[in-house]
């Protein structure tokens, strides 16, 4: 019984186990469903928009001076309210009170007085240590006594000086015109020193730094006063007795002037900074419950400096509602959004779910744009208005992006969709949702196709012009086009975030085609280059393929202009189609010349294998090569479910004698059928293009007969029926296929023809394999269908 009861607990709990089990793989099952994984990147998109959004909630409305306000606004606390332009007056009153310093430097005489004695006693020295006849044949050289002094004399003084035999007598009156003359003071710019004039002066003297205030600048002189003071001094103080001795004496004294009171500019600034840090704010307190503004009332300086101080307070008794009601309005937003781009009535266009990953992060860099805009301070300049910076801001961008990486069907979401955060984010003004929108739409609708990268930089360009445009009618709207200065401010800033945009969009490209491993006109540009490692490959391994694919590119570049497809896309795509028969290139009849076709040796259902598999075989070869999703689509469904119809035939004819039949599965292509107009176009490029080798005389009858023929049985055999390829655009592709094979097989001069060059009877039987077009179309008539003519007067490409 113990053992009985041990057992049942056991099974027990293993049952409650595995319930566990199954519905936490339930749960997986479902966040791993593409419907639930779009909602909760919607929902999480949704989240972190609303907290960037409501980061910095205002809970007034921004005003400017003169403007009457809407509504009464109540400080919800005391708090102090700086006076700037009282602060600012106070602070430039400190500052200007602080006098300039001047430095007195005192040692000055005593520093010149000791060049001159040196130079004195050195010249002195010499004449007494000759004799009358050595000093009248030996001359003492001027140089030395210059170099002495440290300036220079005449040759006159310099001969006066030596019949006196530089008698040291003569120091005294330098000493006595030098000392005078430093006394008062010697500026290198007396006109500075004017400036303060009615203020003062510091003067601080060194080495001792003692200072004194100084108001009454007469005494001081600069160099040119100082030099015509030496020669009033000197005609005073030197007796007529001696008057040879002025001109030297002015000379070395003028020569060995030089300023003593100099600007200290440095300390001058120490001592205005300390002043300015000193100023206390000038502050008035507003109480709780005080009436900061009412509504009706004219906005003063007054009113935005308590405006703005209780925005810096953050508080907002409603913030969590107001940001409860911002996040379900923009998960209403991107729901309804983001519906457009995911309906299944636009299959072709349809965003997938990283699609819906990358214009969320989009999204969100650019709401992050507008709340830094916000957030910023506002520039007070002559020429730059309010709005000036929120012009500036490069919002076209993640338009311009998303029409490169996604297309602008879903670009025109993402302007509605930006245009309506950035209204959020600025108080919902009008402005700013016409502004991002339009330069959003004219940034979208310019950089589609872009097949080079400048293409972005014209779009941003284009952009520019734009955001002109449209600022210039919003100044009229409100009526301000007089005020030149601030117009021409804000135009300004709206032609650089074009071209911003532009620029900002050239360098984020690439980025996003390796982050999210997207395929842009950019990257197929890349592609298209015959030097590509895998076309170089195709080449040596399997050349007539290469040369193929080379034809069937030029096909369906031309059918894609005429049909409004992408031309580029659809050239590229018809490069790498047939890459899978790198693989095994010998049993596809373009790579066969001059070698035994491997197929007579092989099954049918061996050979439809072969056939069939190069389609694996080249996604495979994408995938490794990084491709992209668009390439590897084509290569995918170039083929559709198209029936190999000469081996399907010819199993048929093995096994006649079979009840069980041929499975026309095992022949036919896996699929799925062409999904674009590019991949459809690729399909019958590649079946016209082989099945033109066939032709023997390919005169412009037989080609546009071949033509009509290949597009109607892929039509009837409704491998077009998922491409959204209509009756108009066949028949345009039908006349741009004919143009472009009748310029191939163009008329030549017949030759005669030798033995050598007949084509043997293998040669004549080894049609493509690949395709077998013309001879299906003949089985088809056998079989009852319609006549060719009549079909293809049905389609309207007869």
């Known amino acids: 019984?113990?053992?009985?009861?041990?057992?049942?607990?056991?099974?027990?709990?293993?049952?409650?186990?595995?319930?566990?089990?199954?519905?936490?793989?339930?749960?997986?099952?479902?966040?791993?469903?593409?419907?639930?994984?779009?909602?909760?990147?919607?929902?999480?998109?949704?989240?972190?928009?609303?907290?960037?959004?409501?980061?910095?909630?205002?809970?007034?409305?921004?005003?400017?001076?003169?403007?009457?306000?809407?509504?009464?606004?109540?400080?919800?606390?005391?708090?102090?309210?700086?006076?700037?332009?009282?602060?600012?007056?106070?602070?430039?009153?400190?500052?200007?009170?602080?006098?300039?310093?001047?430095?007195?430097?005192?040692?000055?005489?005593?520093?010149?007085?000791?060049?001159?004695?040196?130079?004195?006693?050195?010249?002195?020295?010499?004449?007494?240590?000759?004799?009358?006849?050595?000093?009248?044949?030996?001359?003492?050289?001027?140089?030395?006594?210059?170099?002495?002094?440290?300036?220079?004399?005449?040759?006159?003084?310099?001969?006066?000086?030596?019949?006196?035999?530089?008698?040291?007598?003569i120091l005294n009156y330098i000493y006595r015109i030098l000392n005078n003359i430093f006394e008062q003071g010697v500026v290198s710019n007396r006109e500075i020193l004017m400036e303060e004039k009615n203020r003062g002066i510091v003067i601080r003297f060194f080495p001792n730094r003692e200072e004194t205030n100084v108001q009454e600048f007469s005494r001081f002189m600069d160099i040119t006063q100082a030099r015509s003071r030496v020669k009033r001094e000197a005609r005073i103080l030197i007796p007529s007795s001696e008057r040879s001795l002025e001109k030297p004496v002015v000379e070395i004294a003028q020569g060995l002037l030089r300023p003593n009171l100099t600007f200290n500019k440095s300390e001058t600034e120490e001592r205005k900074t300390v002043a300015r840090e000193a100023v206390k704010p000038a502050l008035f307190e507003v109480k709780k419950g005080e009436?900061?503004?009412?509504?009706?009332?004219?906005?003063?300086?007054?009113?935005?400096?308590?405006?703005?101080?209780?925005?810096?307070?953050?508080?907002?008794?409603?913030?969590?509602?107001?940001?409860?009601?911002?996040?379900?309005?923009?998960?209403?937003?991107?729901?309804?959004?983001?519906?457009?781009?995911?309906?299944?009535?636009?299959?072709?266009?349809?965003?997938?779910?990283?699609?819906?990953?990358?214009?969320?992060?989009?999204?969100?860099?650019?709401?992050?744009?507008?709340?830094?805009?916000?957030?910023?301070?506002?520039?007070?300049?002559?020429?730059?208005?309010?709005?000036?910076?929120?012009?500036?801001?490069?919002?076209?961008?993640?338009?311009?992006?998303?029409?490169?990486?996604?297309?602008?069907?879903?670009?025109?979401?993402?302007?509605?969709?930006?245009?309506?955060?950035?209204?959020?984010?600025?108080?919902?003004?009008?402005?700013?949702?016409?502004?991002?929108?339009?330069?959003?739409?004219?940034?979208?609708?310019?950089?589609?196709?872009?097949?080079?990268?400048?293409?972005?930089?014209?779009?941003?360009?284009?952009?520019?012009?734009?955001?002109?445009?449209?600022?210039?009618?919003?100044?009229?709207?409100?009526?301000?086009?007089?005020?030149?200065?601030?117009?021409?401010?804000?135009?300004?800033?709206?032609?650089?975030?074009?071209?911003?945009?532009?620029?900002?969009?050239?360098?984020?490209?690439?980025?996003?085609?390796?982050?999210?491993?997207?395929?842009?006109?950019?990257?197929?540009?890349?592609?298209?280059?015959?030097?590509?490692?895998?076309?170089?490959?195709?080449?040596?391994?399997?050349?007539?393929?290469?040369?193929?694919?080379?034809?069937?590119?030029?096909?369906?570049?031309?059918?894609?202009?005429?049909?409004?497809?992408?031309?580029?896309?659809?050239r590229v795509g018809a490069y790498y189609h047939d890459i899978g028969k790198i693989k095994k290139p010998i049993y596809f009849i373009e790579n066969q010349e001059g070698v035994e076709n491997r197929h007579d040796n092989l099954s049918p259902n061996m050979s439809g294998l072969i056939l069939i598999s190069h389609v694996k075989d080249g996604i495979e070869k994408a995938k490794s090569f990084k491709l992209g999703k668009v390439i590897t689509d084509i290569i995918q469904q170039h083929h559709g479910t198209n029936l190999i119809n000469y081996f399907y035939k010819k199993a048929k004819e093995r096994d006649e004698s079979s009840e069980s039949g041929v499975d026309e599965k095992n022949f036919r292509y896996p699929g799925p059928k062409p999904q674009t107009k590019e991949a459809g176009l690729v399909m019958l490029a590649d079946a016209l293009e082989a099945s033109s080798r066939t032709l023997t005389e390919p005169t412009p009858a037989r080609i546009q007969g071949l033509v009509q023929r290949t597009i109607n049985n892929f039509f009837t055999d409704g491998q077009l029926d998922e491409c959204e390829l209509t009756l108009k655009d066949l028949h345009l592709i039908a006349k741009s296929f004919n143009r472009i094979l009748t310029g191939i097989f163009h008329h030549r001069i017949k030759y005669p023809a030798k033995s050598s060059l007949e084509p043997s009877f293998n040669q004549k039987n080894n049609e493509n394999m690949d395709q077998e077009l013309s001879e299906e179309a003949e089985n088809r008539l056998k079989n009852g269908q319609e006549d060719s003519e009549s079909e293809l007067k049905r389609l309207g490409i007869s």
């Open 291 to 570: 009436i900061i503004i009412r509504a009706g009332e004219k906005v003063t300086s007054e009113h935005l400096l308590k405006l703005a101080e209780l925005k810096q307070l953050k508080i907002d008794r409603n913030s969590f509602v107001s940001t409860l009601g911002n996040f379900f309005a923009i998960l209403l937003i991107l729901s309804i959004g983001f519906s457009f781009s995911t309906a299944e009535l636009a299959k072709k266009f349809r965003m997938q779910n990283k699609d819906l990953f990358f214009a969320g992060i989009m999204l969100i860099l650019t709401t992050l744009m507008f709340q830094i805009d916000k957030s910023l301070p506002a520039i007070k300049l002559l020429f730059l208005s309010d709005q000036s910076v929120f012009f500036a801001i490069p919002v076209a961008t993640g338009a311009i992006v998303v029409s490169v990486v996604l297309g602008v069907r879903h670009c025109l979401v993402f302007s509605v969709l930006i245009s309506v955060l950035s209204i959020m984010v600025f108080d919902y003004k009008i402005e700013c949702f016409i502004y991002p929108f339009i330069g959003s739409l004219v940034g979208a609708r310019e950089a589609v196709h872009a097949n080079k990268r400048s293409t972005l930089l014209k779009a941003g360009l284009w952009v520019s012009l734009a955001n002109i445009i449209v600022i210039i009618c919003l100044k009229l709207k409100v009526g301000d086009f007089v005020n030149w200065e601030p117009l021409m401010g804000d135009l300004a800033m709206g032609f650089s975030s074009g071209i911003l945009s532009g620029i900002i969009a050239t360098g984020f490209v690439p980025l996003i085609e390796v982050i999210f491993s997207y395929t842009t006109d950019i990257k197929l540009l890349e592609l298209g280059n015959l030097n590509h490692p895998l076309l170089k490959e195709l080449i040596i391994n399997a050349p007539g393929t290469y040369h193929h694919s080379i034809i069937t590119g030029s096909l369906v570049e031309a059918a894609a202009e005429a049909i409004g497809a992408n031309p580029l896309m659809a």
């Open 1 to 169: 019984m113990k053992l009985s009861a041990k057992n049942n607990k056991f099974f027990s709990k293993l049952k409650n186990l595995k319930k566990e089990l199954f519905l936490k793989n339930i749960e997986r099952a479902r966040l791993n469903q593409p419907g639930v994984q779009k909602w909760l990147i919607i929902f999480f998109l949704s989240v972190i928009l609303c907290l960037i959004i409501s980061s910095r909630i205002p809970s007034y409305k921004q005003y400017v001076p003169g403007e009457i306000a809407a509504l009464d606004v109540k400080a919800p606390q005391d708090f102090l309210v700086e006076d700037n332009p009282s602060t600012i007056a106070k602070t430039r009153k400190a500052v200007d009170s602080v006098w300039a310093v001047y430095d007195f430097d005192l040692n000055a005489i005593a520093k010149v007085e000791q060049k001159i004695d040196l130079a004195f006693k050195t010249m002195s020295e010499s004449f007494s240590n000759k004799d009358k006849e050595k000093i009248e044949k030996e001359k003492i050289p001027k140089e030395e006594f210059e170099q002495l002094l440290g300036i220079t004399i005449s040759g006159s003084s310099f001969k006066i000086l030596e019949k006196r035999s530089f008698n040291l007598n």
